[in-house]
């Protein structure tokens, strides 16, 4: 049975959402921070990490200079990096 769109195509648009959402909810919590505004909770950041935004959330940290000084995000954020790419590479070895 043929679907609409191929599941593929769903993975990478919602992983450029993911990303994309990453970087831009970093930016805003900078932005936040200065002004003394309502923050993102850290929690939101590692779910959207988990739920495949990790790269957003990282390239966001530094280039806004942000969470850089918390050691949770500096090696968290690599380290569930790492594990999706690990879990990518098994999943494309081994076929559900």
Same mark, same amino acid.
């Given at each position: 049975m043929r679907t609409l769109v191929p599941m593929e195509n769903l993975l990478f648009f919602w992983l450029v959402? %993911?990303?994309?959402?990453?970087? =831009?909810?970093?930016? %805003?919590?900078?932005?936040? %921070?200065?002004?003394?505004?309502w923050r993102v909770p850290e929690k939101t950041f590692f779910l959207l990490a988990l739920l495949g935004g990790c790269v957003g959330c990282w %390239?966001?940290?530094?280039?806004?200079?942000?969470?850089?000084?918390?050691?949770?995000?500096? =090696?968290?954020?690599?380290? =569930?990096?790492?594990?999706?790419?690990?879990?990518?590479?098994?999943?494309?070895a081994n076929p559900l």
């Open positions: 959402f %993911a990303n994309l959402l990453g970087l =831009i909810l970093m930016g %805003a919590d900078k932005s936040r %921070a200065k002004r003394g505004a %390239a966001g940290m530094y280039l806004f200079r942000h969470k850089t000084r918390h050691w949770y995000f500096v =090696i968290g954020m690599p380290a =569930i990096l790492v594990l999706q790419i690990l879990l990518a590479f098994w999943l494309y």
